[in-house]
T-cell receptor, first 111, second 112 residues
Framework: RKEVEQDPGPFNVPEGATVAFNCTYSNSASQSFFWYRQDCRKEPKLLMSVYSSGNEDGRFTAQLNRASQYISLLIRDSKLSDSATYLCVVYRSGSARQLTFGSGTQLTVLP | NAGVTQTPKFRVLKTGQSMTLLCAQDMNHEYMYWYRQDPGMGLRLIHYSVGEGTTAKGEVPDGYNVSRLKKQNFLLGLESAAPSQTSVYFC???????????FGSGTQLSVL
């Protein structure tokens, strides 16, 4: 089983839609959680960290459920510019991987 | 600020050739990383460094070597390239181990 798993998609949604991605992690000792965004053929960039109480940044909301070992990303009022691959990232101290990246979920927002 | 700069952006090698990828950061970060990204695999950590003069193995270190002689530079070497090393390579740096990663723009490497 992969340490971090994501639904690869693709998710194709119309502009203005709300879309949610889930990510599960296998190691309960995982400590920090992040969502990165990667545009086609570009480097990943941090979208937001995920805090235990959940957090919001504009149209983006991240949630963490430690009991079920998953994190989620909700995008409201999707824009064409939101089209990208969203990477779930988990940090666990003592891991040779340091930060473990999920394979990513591809989102396409359609006009 | 330039952030993280990787060179070269593209390279084609023949099997058995060697090459070095250079990563430079101007943010005074202690931590630097080399990842490879393959379709369906996500980013996998090759080697990393927690400070000048230190290196450590990541998840997929075989076939690669690294050096961090200066704090701002992290070099990734392929001594004898193999087709399985065809990939996109990303360098990254961070202030601390679980903080935001800043990535370079990537190197597309093809080994024929």
């Amino acid at each position: 089983r992969k340490e971090v798993e994501q639904d690869p998609g693709p998710f194709n949604v119309p502009e203005g839609a709300t879309v949610a991605f889930n990510c599960t992690y296998s190691n309960s000792a995982s400590q920090s959680f992040f969502w990165y965004r990667q545009d086609c053929r570009k480097e990943p960039k941090l979208l937001m960290s995920v805090y235990s109480s959940g957090n919001e940044d504009g149209r983006f909301t991240a949630q963490l459920n430690r009991a079920s070992q998953y994190i989620s990303l909700l995008i409201r009022d999707s824009k064409l510019s939101d089209s990208a691959t969203y990477l779930c990232v988990v940090y666990r101290s003592g891991s040779a991987r340091q930060l473990t990246f999920g394979s990513g979920t591809q989102l396409t927002v359609l006009p | 600020n330039a952030g993280v700069t990787q060179t070269p952006k593209f390279r084609v090698l023949k099997t058995g050739q060697s090459m070095t990828l250079l990563c430079a950061q101007d943010m005074n970060h202690e931590y630097m990383y080399w990842y490879r990204q393959d379709p369906g695999m996500g980013l996998r950590l090759i080697h990393y460094s927690v400070g000048e003069g230190t290196t450590a193995k990541g998840e997929v270190p075989d076939g690669y070597n690294v050096s961090r002689l200066k704090k701002q530079n992290f070099l990734l070497g392929l001594e004898s390239a193999a087709p399985s090393q065809t990939s996109v390579y990303f360098c990254a740096s961070s202030r601390d181990r679980n903080e935001k990663l800043f990535f370079g723009s990537g190197t597309q490497l093809s080994v024929l």
